[in-house]
């Protein structure tokens, strides 16, 4: 499992060094980069050793969310170089992120920042009609829920 997460954090790394446009290093912003990663490893692993998958689901797509909204960040400010083959890779990644979040919208809270930057990075990435019709659903059922939401929190 440590050699996931390490993985993982290595992988979120080089992506993230790639959107670099300053070519002195900035540690500060690598530290906190690395503090937030390992807390959100901790509370994953914690997670796990709880058997709350529930909970684990629900910080991976927050992590998820994030990347594909610092994906966007990027392509929109020319921060990185966005390749044809990278911007194919992440519309291949942007597909599967809409699968998984149509098949758990219950993981994917509007109200949370992360969230609705991963919405806006899909909406980036995915411009194909049918991906885009997906995409309104989606949009769509998860405006439901948190009206929902409301609703049931109004006396």
Same mark, same amino acid.
């Given at each position: 499992?440590? $050699?996931?997460?390490? @993985?993982? =954090?290595?992988? !979120?790394?080089? =992506?993230?060094?790639? /959107? $670099? ?35 684990? +689901?629900?910080?991976?797509? =927050? *992590?998820? /969310?994030?990347?594909? #909204?610092?994906? +966007? ?8 170089? @966005? !390749?044809?083959? %990278? ?5 291949? !990644?942007? *597909?599967?992120?809409?699968? %998984? ?6 993981? /994917?809270?509007?109200?949370?920042? $992360?969230?609705?930057? #991963?919405?806006?990075?899909?909406? %980036?990435?995915? !411009? ?6 997906? @995409? ?12 929902? *939401? @409301? ?5």
């Amino acid at each position: 499992m440590r $050699s996931l997460a390490i @993985l993982f =954090l290595g992988i !979120t790394a080089a =992506l993230l060094s790639g /959107c $670099s446009t300053t070519p002195k290093p900035n540690y500060h912003q690598a530290f906190e980069f690395d503090i937030g990663e390992a807390h959100a490893s901790l509370e994953i692993l914690k997670s796990l050793d709880a058997g709350n998958t529930n909970r684990v +689901r629900k910080i991976a797509m =927050l *992590r998820v /969310c994030d990347d594909m #909204g610092f994906a +966007r960040f990027c392509g929109v400010h020319g921060l990185g170089p @966005l !390749t044809p083959d %990278y911007k194919q890779e992440w519309i291949k !990644t942007a *597909r599967q992120i809409l699968d %998984y979040m149509r098949r758990h919208p219950d993981e /994917c809270d509007l109200r949370l920042a $992360s969230v609705q930057a #991963g919405m806006r990075g899909l909406k %980036y990435f995915l !411009t194909d009609p049918a991906d885009v019709h997906q @995409l309104d659903e989606l949009s769509e059922q998860l405006k439901q829920m948190e009206k929902k *939401r @409301l609703d049931t929190k109004t006396p």
